[in-house]
T-cell receptor, first 110, second 115 residues
Framework: DQQVKQNSPSLSVQEGRISILNCDYTNSMFDYFLWYKKYPAEGPTFLISISSIKDKNEDGRFTVFLNKSAKHLSLHIVPSQPGDSAVYFCAARFGNQFYFGTGTSLTVIP | NAGVTQTPKFQVLKTGQSMTLQCAQDMNHEYMSWYRQDPGMGLRLIHYSVGAGITDQGEVPNGYNVSRSTTEDFPLRLLSAAPSQTSVYFC??????????????FGPGTRLTVL
């Protein structure tokens, strides 16, 4: 059973606007959450993370929000740029194992 | 630094054949892992290692073997390939740090087709 879910397979956003990617999880024992970005024919690259004891982490244009009571996290990209077009995976850590969502394909329209 | 390298990039096997997917990293990372990516399934952990000589199973270990004789290398063996093992395989490494998420560095992937 999928412990980390990304229910939106795709998202399109105009350049300069905000992109919001969502992720839900079921295991309350996850201690870290991470976002990865993946271009075609490449491996995922780390973007940003958040500890389970925090509710927000910001790095430049990227902000991750964590709502533990709802078991929900989101990645905000502001402003969105065409180079942000990629597949975004959220991941969660429990012990030495990482659990990934199915990914959301973001298209930023110039 | 080459980072994480994987060979081969592409491979076609017949059912029942065996092969080894190679993974190497030059960052002196203790933690290494193998994932498979399938459509609609995201990345799923096959096996991982927290250091030389130590390996453990992930979510989907059946049909795969690993070993970790050095810090740098973490090969993945398919003993008897099956069509269900058709997938894209990613190797990753990281250096665990106290109080940190140990973000992983991924290789470029191996696309495997089993006929």
């Amino acid at each position: 059973d999928q412990q980390v879910k990304q229910n939106s397979p795709s998202l399109s956003v105009q350049e300069g606007r905000i992109s919001i990617l969502n992720c839900d999880y079921t295991n309350s024992m996850f201690d870290y959450f991470l976002w990865y970005k993946k271009y075609p024919a490449e491996g995922p690259t780390f973007l940003i993370s958040i500890s389970s004891i925090k509710d927000k982490n910001e790095d430049g244009r990227f902000t991750v929000f964590l709502n533990k009571s709802a078991k929900h996290l989101s990645l905000h990209i502001v402003p969105s740029q065409p180079g942000d077009s990629a597949v975004y995976f959220c991941a969660a850590r429990f012990g030495n194992q990482f659990y990934f969502g199915t990914g959301t394909s973001l298209t930023v329209i110039p | 630094n080459a980072g994480v390298t994987q060979t081969p990039k592409f491979q076609v096997l017949k059912t029942g054949q065996s092969m080894t997917l190679q993974c190497a990293q030059d960052m002196n990372h203790e933690y290494m892992s193998w994932y498979r990516q399938d459509p609609g399934m995201g990345l799923r952990l096959i096996h991982y290692s927290v250091g030389a000589g130590i390996t453990d199973q992930g979510e989907v270990p059946n049909g795969y073997n690993v070993s970790r004789s050095t810090t740098e290398d973490f090969p993945l063996r398919l003993l008897s390939a099956a069509p269900s093992q058709t997938s894209v395989y990613f190797c990753a490494s990281s250096r665990p740090r106290a109080g940190g998420p140990n973000e992983q560095f991924f290789g470029p992937g191996t696309r495997l087709t089993v006929l």
